[in-house]
């Protein structure tokens, strides 16, 4: 009888995408109206692609009986036990339901899938239809975080708490700025285990009362600790000061039995103080004293009878008070930043109800919440309804939640009728834990469902046809012995933990097909550390050039590194060392590295800020050399007359109107002035620019200098897709997952097994007081053994050894002919001392590998099987299969086109819009006189002019219209050299501008007063009031009232000045 779940384990190499286009297309030959009724889930945009493509392109091959569908068919018709006539005729039926209903077609990423659900379910949770899901969780906990600190009042409580994070902080001698880890530790927030215990963390942090208790407590556990240790060392100094002793009269002195009293009595208390010596004098009085000590009996009848006995019970209770120290000195670390926690989840969810906006990490969290355990939950009742099958593809990167959320339906199909599911992955290619993704759960399936035996069929895909027979084998020993020397460091700290990454290994050791001849070469070179990443360096490109002399093209060798770090770093050696050799990266497809697009940001930078000769150079090379073709140099920008004398005159006579256009239509006009569509091949990073422009101004204030902010920040490292791999493939171990290269070459094979500071894990404390509070920050260290924390520092450690021999498998498994791997020798804790290990054992078993072992510290340890395989990967040029014809590439150009509108509310508007000449005229008058007095209440002294004019030509105050901008510029010079105000703009008043004076009227009421300009030399005081229409007495009273607020503070000579500026007209009151 079928069982209603297949779980394919599925190696690397093992053919598990075949195996999955079959298991599905057989499931539509069999009923091709069943499509519908299909959900199959990856984890990657690419993935979903490569699978559509890969049944589309089958059922086409099926149907029209072609050579390269021939093995596709044959499973087939074995599976099914049909004839290839009724596959073929199947086949083609499938094909045209698939194609006529597109929609249907359900291979979706496991995140879309469950957004569909969450859309569908958008009235229900009270969401907008338009509701936008937002990815970047990083960003929208930066802005949360900006906002929280902007918004701080003196008096919050909030800030009370940052600042007492920042007296902590000085304390430790750790930064006072601590804006940049509370937003590092913030992003917590989107984790998994932070979203199921934020409920019970709610309670805690947010109760001010019990947060303090909790700490106050924390530290009396630490002082209590330390005090009993205390009094261990206190009664022993008493005991031999009693007897006439000192240090010095003790073997070894304070470096023997005296100095562990002495370490105690000062507060260190770590195992690391009870030795050797410390063990002796615990059993045997004679090792207290030296033989040659004149008190020697007096000494040693005083340790077995007082002081043993008291060293006895230190040691005893060491460890218990240790870990009462320790485990409260690690959880009051973080606290400070654990407070903090719910405030930026609110300040996040106020954001997003903002800006209409749904992140997408809390997908998972919402539908499981709904779910609640349930059997049928509503929200899977239209699905539920139609799904038949579930397919889930790289299960070793499901999270839990999303487990969860799936389970629930993959159980409803499990007990349909004929029931046909799928998980299909690999425990050892599991390396995203970052993204919360729990390899246990594929290690532990059996254990998932209730009656396993009845209900899972387990099957171990388990012969690589990616790889040549040597690279096979060499994986197969190495992976065996570095599983069981992992296995064997693990096991001293829990068993149990140890047997499951024994068991992920377990299926290690990979079927060869039989028809492989022994071909394949594996090369490992461990350098010494002198000058190691220049000799890393100097040995990728000389395997480059080895390949490339042998004929390998470049598009046939990968190097993948641990970390990004590493990758400007080799493609800036290529650069300057090996120019012919062509690099290909994500670097390469970067927004930043697009000349169209950087022209576009500098230009808007330099907009509001044209002083900025950097912005201005780059701009004019920029134009002149890469759209106009002039090859212009550095040395004639400047002989040329500037850089501004090179750029686009529309750009230069047009800043002012430029700077006032709206960002989106702004970045549109400069594409146009710069006439960018000229450039080639940019078109495609020119369209994700506008697309990453639209939802920035979607959600930020749409000005310039925010947006270049951004775009330093984050939207200039935005990547786009690219077909145009024509060179060597520079990328992570992360993001080759899934693919596979000819020739790999592994440099950098010396990342450390675990951070050594930084490392944040999560805790469950069970030990009162620790867990008055659920969930507790810990730095993970070494330092977590003895404490309460030691169970979650084992679990962390063997997630750690996993994720890093996966990391080491996935790269290793990536080659398919030839494999190179650079390290470094002896480097204590990281991937090479394993493969230092391993290697002489590797090579035993494997027989006619070659290990060259150093002499000595400066030489490199070598090892080498097989020989170099020349042989490429040979791919036809031409198929039949119009699904798998290689696309052609066309080109596009973008073009912009300016559309101004006039929005008008109604019709009638027209009578209110329109006005007559001597309407505008007034209008004018008046809105000159406004820009005036904004101007002289701005200016200290005649000086100031030039930057106030410019500051109000930026916040579009100043007329854009020439003429009127001059008249204004005339006026003023005019005005302040004349010989009567002269005085009052030469600097030497102390000035008040539009300052406020407060006073109290005859009820008791506030009343404020604020002249245009007061200005006091310490003895006389003038007040002038800047007029800009018809004289009126009500002037007169006005400024007369703020000579009397003046004189009442205490001033004698008080002096009032009425001045009609557009007649000059100057009355004092």
Known sequence: MNKPLIVYKA???????????????????????????????????????????????????IWKQLDDSRSYTEAICAGLDASPAFVSRQAGLALRLLL???????IETIDSFFQSILRNLSRELDLTANLRIELNDKQIEEQAVDALIEGLGPHDELLQWIMRFITDNISEDKSWNVIGSIKAFGTTIFREFYKEARGQLAGTIGNGALFDEYKSVLYSEKASAAARMKGYADTFFDIISDNGLVVDDFASKDRGVCGFFLKIQKGTLDEKIVGKRITECMEQPDKWVSKTHPNRKLISALAEEKLIGLLKKAVDDRPVQWCRYKSAELTLRHLSQLRLLGSIEQKVRELNETSNRFLLSDTQYLLMSLINDSDSPFIYEKIGALLKFIMIDEFQDTSTIQWRNFKVLLADCMSREAANNIIVGDVKQSIYRWRDSDWRLLNDIEHEFPHPDRQLDIRNLGTNYRSERNIIEFNNAFFSAAAEK???????GETAAAEQLRSAYSDVCQGIPEHRRAEGYVSIELLPPAEYQ????????????????????????????????YIPLIAGYFAEHEPSVSIVSDEAFRLDASIAVRVIVNALHLLNHPDDSIAKVFLAKAYQNAVCGNNITDDEITGYGGPESLLPKTYVDSMESLRRTPLYDLAERIYYIFQLKRLDDQSAYVCAFFDQLCNFTSDMAADIDTFVSKWDESIGSTTIQSNKLNGIRLISIHKSKGLEFNNVILPFCDWQMEKTSGNIIWCRPETAPFNMIPLIPVDYGTGLMGTVYEKEYVRERLQNCVD??????????????????????????????????????????????????????????????????LGVKKKSMHTDNMFLEEPETEGIVIETYRNTTEFRQSNRSKEFTETTNAEKEKDNYIKMGSILHKVFSSIATTADIGQVLAQLRADGILPTDSNKSQTIIDMLHKRLTDSRVKDWFSGKWTLFNECSILSMDGNGQLMERRPDRVMTDGKRVIVVDFKFGTPREEHHRQVGEYMELISSMGYADVKGYLWYVYNNRIEEV
């Open 804 to 869: 890093n021999l996966n990391l080491l498998y996935v790269a290793f498994t990536r080659a398919s002919r030839n494999l190179f791997v650079i390290g470094k020798y002896n480097a204590t804790n990281s991937r090479s001392e394993l493969i230092q290990e391993c290697l002489p054992q590797v090579a035993d078993v494997l027989g006619d590998a070659r290990l060259c072992q150093p002499d000595s510290p400066d030489e490199p340890m070598t090892f080498e099987y097989g020989t170099l395989s």
């Open 486 to 492: 992992e296995y064997a460091a693990q096991a001293e």
């Open 11 to 61: 190696s690397a190499g093992s053919g598990k995408t075949f195996t999955l286009a079959i298991e599905y297309i057989k499931l539509l030959i069999h009923n091709p109206y069943d499509f519908r009724s299909i959900l199959a889930v990856t984890f990657t945009n690419k993935a979903t692609e490569e699978m559509k493509t890969r049944i589309l392109s089958q059922l086409y091959g």
């Open 100 to 106: 006529h209903n597109y929609n249907g077609f359900r």
């Open 534 to 565: 220049q000799q890393t360096l100097e040995g990728i490109a000389e395997r480059v050039r080895q390949l490339t002399a042998l004929g390998i093209p470049q598009n046939e060798i990968a190097i993948l590194v641990r970390n990004n770090k």
